[in-house]
């Protein structure tokens, strides 16, 4: 992190870092976030006069006339917004963004055809030798091999959770599969362009020379899907739905309370399904781990489907309340199904300090949302201001990184450069 202008205040273990975003909606905007909560300056780009799609993804949160993105208030906080036009056959835009080039230390985007808009790798890393680029998409780079064809498909979420295969883990047996939200498959390739993005950066420090990071969205999903690919490759099964069951033993599953609320219990091997038939009051005679837990055979047999029933039966005689605190007591992992706003009223949550209040630029308002994690020691994360309005950094990063005056500025509104 090479000591340059900052526009930001510095805190976290990424002060110092400079981080251009291009695109939208969820994955790439969220990695860059996720380093703005820890100190990077990330400085979105987006288009004059339309921005982000995701500030207009529903439900809409409302002040007066003001409306934006309830994720958008969430998601985008910490981050500078430039509103530029990307064609780099504009020798202004080529300007401005190669200048920005110069002075950073990752590009990130998710815009799949770059190359359309005159962004090639090889002169970014030309400008900037120690650039880490990062290249989002639902099917990868075609430099990194695949089908060219299918390289450039468009994708969203669920694209890349059907492609992988995850979709076949969610559901029950006799219904269709399901689509999990919200937004996981996003979510979870945002992590890995982070972890990307920090491998590339330890390369740096050993080479001095930046390098090109693809992650594709069916790859992400499909990394972490466990033992579906062995599981099929061995000859061992393929992947069934199966509801919140577990694939092979139980209890681990979602039961309805007294009260109706559902709570999910897991007692997985021999001691932890020991402590809740004891846990339950059933009697460990009456039904033996080896019998009635683990396998189809068991599961399927008179035995285990008593068992199963029990379970059932027990739970609906107690409160969710009552249910947490035996099997608490007896440490058999289990919880609740709690809504954002039990989350948002537990103690446990507001003594961690999981929900901060900020100030939310677009809606010119104090908002509640989810905090920053992982928490550090010794250079925690922080929230220095909320999501910003569309253009509300353009001034102050063309004057302070780039140094155009006023009048240079005003010009380049006027040809609907910025």
């Known amino acids: 992190m090479s000591e340059r202008k900052r526009l930001i205040p510095e805190f976290g273990p990424f002060s110092g870092m400079r981080v251009i975003g291009t695109g939208s909606l969820i994955a790439m905007p969220f990695a860059a976030s996720m380093m703005a909560d820890f100190g990077a300056e990330v400085i979105t780009i987006e288009r004059p006069g339309a921005g982000d799609n995701y500030r207009y993804f529903p439900p809409l949160a409302r002040n007066g006339d003001r409306e934006v993105s309830s994720s958008w208030v969430q998601d985008a906080r910490n981050r500078l917004s430039l509103t530029l036009e990307l064609d780099m056959s ?17 590009y990130i985007e998710n815009m799949v055809w770059i190359e359309k808009l005159g962004i090639r790798d090889e002169e970014l890393l030309e400008i900037n030798p120690k650039l880490i680029i990062v290249h989002i998409s639902g099917f990868g780079n075609k430099r990194f091999g695949g089908v060219p064809e299918i390289c450039d498909k468009a994708s969203y979420d669920m694209i890349g959770q059907a492609f992988s295969g995850f979709v076949l883990f969610n559901g029950y047996a006799d219904s269709p599969p399901l689509v999990t939200k919200p937004s996981l498959n996003d979510y979870i390739t945002a992590m890995f362009a982070l972890f990307g993005i920090f491998a590339a950066y330890i390369g740096i420090q050993k080479t001095g020379k930046g390098q090109i990071v693809d992650v594709a969205q069916f790859e992400a999903q499909a990394k972490i899907m466990r033992d579906a690919f062995t599981m099929s490759s061995l000859g061992v099964g393929e992947v069934q739905r199966c509801g919140s069951a577990a694939q092979g033993f139980q209890p681990w ?19 932890v399904f020991g402590r809740f038939v004891e846990a339950a009051g059933f009697g460990k005679a009456e039904f033996p ?28 005689e107690h409160t969710a309340q009552e249910i947490e605190d035996i099997m608490n007591d007896y440490k058999v992992p289990c919880s609740r199904v709690n809504t954002a706003r039990d989350c948002m009223e537990i103690p446990h949550y507001i003594l961690r300090d999981d929900f901060v209040t900020y100030h939310d630029q677009t809606l010119d308002m104090e908002v ?10 010794k250079t925690p994360g922080k929230i220095w201001r909320g999501a910003p309005h569309i253009g509300q950094d353009t001034n102050l990063i063309l004057r302070e990184l780039l140094g155009y005056d006023e009048a240079k500025i005003a010009a380049l509104r006027r040809k609907g450069v910025v």
Request: net charge negative; proline share 4%.
């Open 368 to 377: 509640k949302a989810f905090g920053v994690v992982p928490k550090l020691s």
């Open 289 to 316: 781990y080896e019998q009635v837990s683990m396998g189809k055979e068991t599961l399927e047999s008179p035995l285990g489907r008593r068992f199963a029933q029990r379970v059932v039966d027990w739970c609906r």
């Open 253 to 271: 599953n979602l039961f309805e309370s007294s009260d109706g609320a559902y709570v999910a219990i897991g007692a997985f091997g021999p001691s």
């Open 90 to 106: 504009n020798e202004d835009s080529k300007e401005i963004f190669f200048g920005l080039i110069k002075q950073s230390d990752v």
